[in-house]
């Protein structure tokens, strides 16, 4: 089976069509043939190679997908062959006792399909049929394959890790992401007044059309620190998202309220920092750290995504034999919102 993916860790110099066995269900599994599939930052760090994560070589990239059931394993049985669905990328084992205690995230066996295993970027995945959601009328496939994972991570780490209240200030650093344009989805839908800052104003018309209540530009001579403490009226940002790492998290955390949270669930720009401990027992803030959600958090995500509440943002979408290039337009200074590959011609 053809996929997209690499054969060798490196640059996106290594990119192209690997084959890799087509896998088959096994009990309570679910095969999906792929429609769409969607890419992440994620992608490119597992490309480079993550140090501690082995992987088997020919490599298929993509952790979100949607498509249509084409096989089930035996006991499988409340799905129809040609169902749409949508996989959710994070896999557990279900029998350890962070899976017992229902914080499926904190699984010991924790693994993300893409990252752990073979990808979505090809003819077909096969899950446990708890990965499958049917897909709302109403969302196409590349709206679907769009979703899964940034809209976990954003409500896990918004309303449990987060924990965020109606009423309090959130900010999102960084516009463009596919995790932020779902943040601040997410943080709105909770009752946070939200304030996106960026590098650049050219997706802040973006960042406010979904409901982003203000909008900031940094740089160097206007930190980051400084426009959001003055935005916040000194007071100070009750909960500040921060996936960008090194060069904003300390001053993310230097402008957190009292009782403020800097929530942690990446470090695109690099992910050792300097902290002022100071700033945290002085107003009594913590950094907070996040990962995908747990099997409850995604299926109350995924009620509002059926309701039409939370709603996929689709920066491009790009034709299989182009995949390079949309790979490639995960660096985009203007992106916004997910870069998805239409996997099958009849999607
Ligand atoms: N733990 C988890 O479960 C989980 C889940 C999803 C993602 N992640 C991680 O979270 C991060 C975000 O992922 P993503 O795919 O949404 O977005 P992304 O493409 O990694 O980038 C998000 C935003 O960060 C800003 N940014 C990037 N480099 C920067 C720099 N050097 N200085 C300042 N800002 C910079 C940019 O915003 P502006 O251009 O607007 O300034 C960019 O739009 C990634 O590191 C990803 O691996 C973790
Ligand atoms: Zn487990």
Not at 65 to 80: I, K, T, Y
Not at 190 to 197: F, H, Y
Not at 227 to 240: A, C, F, N, P
Request: hydrophobic content about 45%; charged content about 20%.
């Amino acid at each position: 089976m053809k996929g997209f993916g690499f054969a060798t860790h490196g640059g996106a110099e290594q990119l192209g069509s690997v084959d890799v066995p087509r896998p088959e269900p096994g009990p309570g599994d679910v095969a999906v043939r792929v429609a769409a599939a969607s890419f992440n930052r994620l992608d490119r760090f597992v490309l480079a190679g993550i140090p501690g994560v082995p992987i088997e070589l020919p490599h298929v990239l993509g952790s979100d997908g949607a498509g249509w059931v084409e096989a089930v394993g035996v006991g499988v049985n409340d799905l129809e062959l040609g169902d749409r669905v949508l996989i959710n990328p994070g896999l557990w084992d279900g029998t350890c006792p962070a899976c017992i205690a229902g914080i499926e995230c904190q699984c010991r066996q924790f693994r993300i399909l893409g990252e752990h295993t073979q990808g979505s970027v090809t003819d077909r995945v096969v899950v446990p049929r708890r990965n499958v959601h049917p897909i709302p009328p109403g969302l196409s496939f590349e709206q679907a394959a769009a979703a899964p994972l940034v809209f976990q991570t954003a409500w896990r780490a918004i309303v449990t890790i987060g924990a965020v209240a109606p009423g309090e200030t959130v900010a999102v650093i960084g516009a463009g992401g596919g995790v932020a344009t779902a943040v601040i989805q997410v943080a709105k839908l909770r009752g946070a007044r939200v304030v996106v800052a960026s590098r650049t104003a050219g997706k802040l018309a973006a960042a406010t059309a979904l409901g982003a209540d203000a909008t900031l530009t940094f740089s160097e001579g206007r930190p980051l620190d400084r426009v959001l403490w003055e935005w916040s009226g000194k007071q100070g940002i009750d909960v500040i998202f921060d996936s960008v790492g090194a060069p904003t998290l300390p001053r993310s955390v230097r402008a957190l309220a009292r009782g403020g949270r800097a929530v942690v669930i990446g470090a695109t720009a690099g992910p050792v920092v300097e902290l002022d401990v100071r700033t945290l027992f002085w107003r009594q803030a913590s950094v907070r750290g996040s990962t995908m959600a747990t099997r409850a958090e995604f299926a109350t995500m995924f009620e509002h995504l059926v309701a039409g509440r939370l709603r996929p943002v689709v920066d491009q979408v790009y034709h299989r034999e182009d995949a390079r290039a949309a790979f490639a337009r995960l660096d985009a200074p203007d992106l916004f919102g997910k870069v998805v590959v239409r996997v099958s011609a009849d999607a």
